[in-house]
């Protein structure tokens, strides 16, 4: 038998905010925050399940369904790293139909602006297996820069009163 043909690959998106370092990284610290804009979009997606214990060691789960299809999705991430308002690390597996699709290593990374704002860097190295339910490793970009346009949108609201 032949295993599975795995694909490796590594993206980067930056963006720039006129936010604090502070509220940026609350967006992804603070589980109310971050269920604003990481999931699937509300008109085709229900979210099923989300946990978050967002310390070096903690784990996060999200997953939903999509209405069309009934397909499930499920993110199952780990922290690495956290210093507070500079970086977050974390490996995921991302599962489809309880099919592990890929595993990932995500960094974050915060630098205040000279305007106060702040300067976003998010990579991701993952490892793509070659199956039906995943074909090709480039929707996982198109993917993240939907959320990081979900993400760009929750920075706008009111983010815990803060």
């Keep these: 038998m032949t295993a599975p043909k795995i694909v490796h690959d590594t993206f980067t998106i930056e963006r720039t905010y006129n936010a604090s370092p502070k509220r940026v990284f609350a ?6 925050a971050k ?10 997606w229900k979210e099923t399940e989300r946990t978050m214990d967002f ?3 903690g784990q996060e789960r999200a997953g939903g369904t999509f209405h069309a299809t009934g397909m499930t999705t499920m993110f199952a991430a780990t922290y690495l790293d956290i ?19 890929s595993v990932s290593l995500a960094s974050i990374e915060l ?3 000279d305007n106060g704002g702040t300067h976003m860097v998010v990579t ?3 490892a793509y297996f070659d199956s039906e339910a995943y074909k090709s490793h480039g929707s ?6 939907g959320l990081m346009e979900r993400f760009d949108a929750s920075i706008d609201e009111p983010i815990g009163g803060r």
């Excluded at 967006?27 to 109310?32: K, M, R």
């Excluded at 269920?35 to 085709?44: A, H, I, Y």
């Excluded at 995921?92 to 139909?97: A, L, Q």
């Design 140 to 145: 996982r970009l198109q993917g993240t820069k």
């Design 111 to 113: 630098r205040a602006t």
């Design 55 to 57: 310390r070096v060691g």
């Design 83 to 101: 210093l507070d308002q500079e970086r977050i690390v974390y490996a995921y597996d991302m599962f489809v139909n309880g099919e592990k699709i």
């Design 27 to 32: 967006a992804w610290a603070d589980v109310e």
């Design 35 to 44: 269920s604003k804009w990481f999931g699937g979009p509300s008109d085709t």
């Design 124 to 126: 991701e190295q993952g």
